[in-house]
């Protein structure tokens, strides 16, 4: 073979290698990247974004537990599947109930154990990390319900505003009634018909710019009186 044919030859092989290489790198490439694409898709799942507080759906929990179960507990009633006010209709209180406070600056997740110095962080942990156990259905959040049970006064949040929104309060009334309508319908028994009538002046009568009508008159857990 001659010198010139020769070259021919080598070059034409050197190519041809080259192109070979050139593909095996970009198939390797795809592999390296498709793989560290699935990484990081596993790593930082979509995470479903909530629309509701969770500190103003603690407080409305607050309020519930605090000065209208006692009631229901004594009447022996159960709430009805429809109404909001049920602890399953709570879309955080799952997770809260996997809150272990153990010190004043000690709080502990009760689903991985992990433990933190104060509730706010504890309460990010749960957004970031079991985000997937919180039912975000239409209803389920408390904090909507803040209006009729006021949360502002379970959130200590006590000085009086300087002037009373009349509109403001015919709203928050007109929530608290459709409340005790849903959850204490009144053709469904005496007890259903006392709570009914308890709810009203529990939590609704307060919705007024008269200054001297207070919520929570007839007490809460441990100093309750009894229904009307």
């Known amino acids: 073979m001659c010198a010139g044919h020769l070259a021919s030859f080598l070059l034409v092989a050197l190519l041809s290698a080259s192109s070979h290489l050139l593909v095996a790198g970009s198939h390797q490439d795809q592999e390296f990247h498709g793989a560290a694409g699935s990484r990081i898709h596993l790593q930082n799942p979509h995470k479903h974004e909530v629309h509701c507080s ?71 942990h749960f957004e970031n990390r079991h985000n997937n156990l919180l039912d975000n259905s239409e209803g389920r959040c408390l ?52 709570l009914h009538e308890f709810f009203l002046r529990q939590f609704c009568d307060a919705h007024t710019c008269d200054r001297g009508a207070k919520p929570f008159p007839k007490g809460g857990r441990g100093n309750e009186e009894r229904c009307p």
């Open 143 to 194: 904090a909507d319900l803040c209006g009729a049970l006021h949360c502002d006064l379970m959130m200590e949040f006590k000085k009086p505003k300087s002037k009373c929104s009349a509109a403001a309060a015919v709203r928050n009334r007109h929530l608290c009634e459709s409340l005790a309508d849903s959850c204490f319908p009144i053709n469904q028994g005496l007890a259903a018909s006392h």
């Open 54 to 124: 969770r500190e103003r759906s603690r407080a409305a929990w607050e309020a519930i537990d605090e000065y209208l179960m006692p009631f229901v507990e004594k009447e022996k009633y159960e709430l009805p599947s429809k109404c909001r006010l049920r602890p399953d209709n709570d879309m955080f209180r799952e997770q809260e109930q996997h809150k272990i406070h153990f010190d004043i600056n000690e709080w502990r997740c009760g689903f991985c154990k992990k433990a933190f110095r104060a509730e706010k962080f504890l309460d990010q």
